[in-house]
């Protein structure tokens, strides 16, 4: 069961009212709501480790929410859903290509306010959950030595053992070695695994299996 501890909404909007009615809205649904009138009030607030949504109005006394949105592009941020009162296509089309949700004009209904959020939620524990899995691996992979670094594109691109020795110069028993010893610090049981991880980490594969001569 997901209790309102393990996911926070927070609610940016400089209509108090607005803010005192969703927060309300957000508590029925057993959720957790800080609300702020301002841009810097929230960007000034220490964000608690745990998957969140950001309800963001698009018109704010300090800087537009569609502003806001660019400035924490590159942040491990919330997902955004916006709302406002004053919706054109230009600004949902900007809103959603910067990676918002959704982008809701007043009044909307509490069930597709619900639902954005909701998405909102899901989409960014799943984001957390894939950089800690990315921040795992990028560990594992620090603990490679140089050569097997070298190894390591060459055994996911498919290369037979032989033909992954050859590439390197060096022999077939010494590329086994160094192949044990990925696997073991890559913390990977079989090849296809290893694959994945090297996926993951988005390692260039340069070399494509090939019949030997």
Known sequence: MVHSQDKIVFIVDDDPRIREALSMLLASFDMRAITFGSAAEYMAYPKPDVPACLVLDVELPDINGLDLQSRIAEGNHPHIVFITGHGDIPSSVRAIKTGAVDFLTKPFREADLMRAINVALAENRDARQNRAELGDLQQRLSRLTPRERDVLPL??????????????????????????????????????????????????????RRPQS
């Open 155 to 208: 055994v996911v691109s498919g290369l037979l053992n032989k033909q992954a020795a050859a590439e390197l110069g060096i022999s077939e028993i010494t590329l086994q070695i160094h192949r044990s010893k990925i696997m073991k610090k890559m913390g990977a049981a079989s090849l296809p695994e290893l694959v994945r991880m090297a996926g993951t980490l988005e390692i260039p594969v340069t070399h494509s």
